[in-house]
């Protein structure tokens, strides 16, 4: 069983809808939960992170954590072409060694 | 304000050829990183530096060796090229460490042929 586990997708939703994402993990030890956004060709980019149960939300993104259930998800409201990318899920359950991250899942905005 | 510079960004390596892979922060960063991305494998951590003066080996470190020469430079040293080592590699740093989110650089696609 891979520690962090993520639907490679793709995952296509039309312009202007509600992107959700989600990632499970392993580890009830985890304490820091981050989304990277990664477009074709590119590096991955620090979009969101969150420590706590609950909801953190920026701008039309919102990360949810729900630590009993070992999942965290992301929600982008709406979505926008540009928003097309892999999103990579990376779960900190302890050190420097201990940052795993998904395969990531694929999001496509269809105009 | 550069952030994470990586050099090469592509390199062709014949099968037991030795290449460095440079990689500068300018973001007075503590911790650094290397990882590599193959498909369907998620990045693997390489080696880290978590300060200046100390490394320690990742997930997948053999074949591998590492300098922190500074509190800037973090480089990757592929001693004897393989096949396997063909990836897109990532050098990344992060203020204090895995609590933090990281800054990738830009990568580098390595080709082992």
């Known amino acids: 069983q891979k520690e962090v586990e993520q639907n490679s997708g793709p995952l296509s939703v039309p312009e202007g809808a509600i992107a959700s994402l989600n990632c499970t993990y392993s580890d009830r030890g985890s304490q820091s939960f981050f989304w990277y956004r990664q477009y074709s060709g590119k590096s991955p980019e620090l979009i969101m992170f969150i420590y706590s149960n609950g909801d953190k939300e920026d701008g039309r993104f919102t990360a949810q954590l729900n630590k009993a259930s070992q999942y965290v998800s992301l929600l982008i409201r709406d979505s926008q072409p540009s928003d097309s990318a892999t999103y990579l899920c990376a779960v900190n359950s302890g050190g420097y060694q201990k940052v795993t991250f998904g395969i990531g899942t694929k999001l496509q905005v269809i105009p | 304000n550069a952030g994470v510079t990586q050099t090469p960004k592509f390199q062709v390596l014949k099968t037991g050829q030795s290449m460095t892979l440079q990689c500068a922060q300018d973001?007075?960063?503590?911790?650094m990183y290397w990882y590599r991305q193959d498909p369907g494998m998620g990045l693997r951590l390489i080696y880290y530096?978590?300060?200046?003066?100390?490394?320690d080996k990742g997930e997948v470190p053999n074949g591998y060796n590492v300098s922190r020469l500074n509190k800037r430079e973090f480089s990757l040293r592929l001693e004897s090229a393989a096949p396997s080592q063909t990836s897109v590699y990532f050098c990344a740093s992060s203020e204090g460490g895995a609590n933090y989110g990281y800054t990738f650089g830009s990568g580098t696609r390595l080709t082992v042929v």
């Open positions: 973001m007075n960063h503590n911790s």
């Open positions: 530096s978590a300060s200046e003066g100390t490394t």
